[in-house]
């Protein structure tokens, strides 16, 4: 019997600038509760990033990584 080899590719699905807006976040939540985003990137100095702070505790099975800009919104 032969043995077979598999390669196991994880695909992540990032949603980028959490936090620019509250339509954004609303639509970027929406996606991780139905199992379509795993990942988003917050923009630290968003209008909305207070909204963000609240609601991304509840998804703890996702990733949130802060994407910085420099010429954008309020300084931090």
Request: charged residues 25%; negative net charge; proline residues 1%.
């Amino acid at each position: 019997m032969e043995s077979a080899n598999f390669m196991i590719t994880r695909i992540i699905l990032n949603a980028d600038d959490l936090g620019r807006t509250q339509a954004v976040n609303d639509a970027t939540f929406e996606l991780m509760d139905r199992g379509l985003l795993t990942s988003a990137t917050v923009v630290a100095t968003g209008d909305m990033i207070e909204d963000v702070a609240r609601r991304c505790r509840d998804y703890k099975h996702c990733s949130f990584g802060v994407h910085l800009f420099l010429e954008e919104f309020m300084p931090l």
